[in-house]
């Protein structure tokens, strides 16, 4: 399909120069989207993982098991983690690749092209014509916490060939961002092919589940929340080391130290409300939140491994890009749905500009 900007098709989505101090997507797809100069980075990221479509409805409380509850504000909309942090990077400036696997199904043709009009560059990701698309059914309580369920679908398929098939990005681009959504061997082919570019990886466990731990000593930085940690450690010592509802910075940090004897290089575990915790060869540092109203946390994570991934690979310093990743997933959890939620850079810059984070 031509470029609505110029009648060119082109092979790849570019961000063009158009009037002074303004960018605008010239895209494969045909899509358009414009950009201020502050938004737009020299900057380029691969996602591998996952792409689902989200089935949203809001409730007063989650109900418990066997009980039914009335609720209300039914929405639909594009989700998965994968898709969710490479919309978040596209949103800050970068630009950004994703490589998935899609249905062939009418929900994943609406998703693909909700993404892509996000201006990330879906030319190395394939549709599955054989599976149907990922799809989350998802309650969100009146205090913005939320409990879900997915049918992973052709996200369950994403596998090293395709990774593979993708290759010569890696030396293009500036670093490598990971979820737990899609197979293994998928990510651990990515994690090599990085390594031979010399890219910075960052991982995010998320949704938690049993993985090779050789994966640790593969990743620059890795970054599960405290329920994930706490999954991680029973699955390597046999036992829990935490609780899922942890809240001491300090308990969650020195846990996390036995990953760093397993290879692990960097580790920022996010503790919602409470803030997160640095924990590296150098010890542990902690670090509040920022004081706003929750109204729905669903991709908040994601935002702030998206913010973290992108102001490390820019400036090398981990600790110094907590505040700017806090300040993804603060605005994030202020808005209803996943990727509508997900900030611009001018406003993660102007949030900055206006709020310190709590001590922790």
Not at 63 to 88: I, Y
Request: proline letters at 4%; one cysteine or more.
């Amino acid at each position: 399909m031509p470029c609505l900007e110029c009648d060119v098709s082109h092979k790849k989505n570019k961000w063009l120069k158009t009037i002074p101090g303004w960018y605008i997507l010239h895209s494969k797809s045909g899509v358009r989207s414009l950009k201020s100069r502050g938004d737009v980075l020299n900057m380029k990221a691969i996602v591998v993982g996952s792409a689902n479509t989200d089935l949203i409805i809001h409730v007063d409380e989650l109900p418990p098991a066997g009980d039914m509850c009335v609720g209300g504000g039914f929405q639909s909309g594009p989700g998965g983690k994968g898709a969710n942090q490479a919309v978040c990077l596209a949103k800050l400036g970068v630009e950004t690749h994703l490589i998935a696997r899609f249905g062939g199904d009418d929900f994943s043709g609406l998703l693909r092209n909700t993404i892509a009009e996000h201006g990330v560059d879906l030319s190395s990701s394939v549709v599955d014509s054989t599976s149907t698309g990922g799809m989350v059914f998802i309650i969100v309580d009146s205090g913005g916490n939320n409990t879900m369920v997915a049918d992973l679908g052709a996200n369950l398929f994403l596998g090293p060939q395709d990774v593979s098939e993708a290759e010569s990005l890696f030396s293009e681009s500036d670093f490598l961002l990971l979820q737990f959504e899609v197979p293994e061997d998928a990510n651990i082919r990515a994690c090599k092919l990085a390594r031979e570019a010399h890219l910075p990886v960052v991982m995010n466990p998320a949704p938690m589940r049993q993985f090779d731990t050789s994966l640790l000593g593969l990743v620059d930085l890795f970054t599960p929340n405290v329920q994930e940690l706490a999954a991680v450690l029973e699955l390597l010592e046999g036992e829990k080391t935490i609780g899922l509802g942890e809240r001491d910075l300090m308990k969650i940090g020195n846990a996390a130290l036995s990953l760093i004897s397993l290879g692990a290089r960097n580790i920022v575990v996010t503790v919602g409300k409470s803030g997160c915790v640095l924990v590296s060869g150098d010890g542990i540092r902690t670090f509040g939140a920022y004081a706003v109203k929750q109204v729905d946390s669903t991709a908040a994570g994601d935002a702030f491994t998206a913010g973290l991934a992108l102001r490390y690979a820019e400036t090398g310093d981990i600790e110094g890009s907590i505040p700017f990743a806090s300040a993804c997933a603060a605005i994030a959890v202020t808005r209803v749905g996943a990727i509508p939620s997900l900030p611009e850079r001018h406003e993660v810059e102007t949030f900055l500009q206006s709020n310190k984070l709590e001590k922790p």
